[in-house]
């Protein structure tokens, strides 16, 4: 219930502000890093690693694949944001 509260109070902040709000994170994920978020504009999925075959997807107003991406080569996606629902996810092959 706390998470969609969050997500619902910053679409508000989104929506109704500037637009200007970003909300970025990066983490180590299964071995690799990821950065995802959503800006003014796009949501995103960036993953790198460096020894599997790995992949990234985003989804905004359409979904937006990498492909599979060699280890080592940092896989992106991004596509333009919708006003909710924006995803990101990585795969690792």
């Given at each position: 219930m706390k998470k969609t509260i969050i997500s619902i109070l910053f679409t508000d902040i989104v929506v109704f502000g500037s637009g200007t709000v970003a909300k970025a994170v990066t983490i180590y994920a299964?071995?690799?890093l990821w950065n995802y978020g959503v800006g003014s504009?796009?949501?995103w999925s960036y993953y790198n690693?460096?020894?599997k075959a790995h992949g990234s997807t985003a989804i905004g107003k359409y979904a937006s694949y990498s492909g599979k991406?060699?280890?080592g080569v940092q896989a992106r996606a991004s596509a333009?944001?919708?006003y909710w629902g924006n995803q990101s996810y990585?795969?690792?092959y």
């Open positions: 299964e071995g690799g504009s796009y949501v690693h460096n020894s991406t060699r280890a333009p944001k919708a990585y795969k690792v």
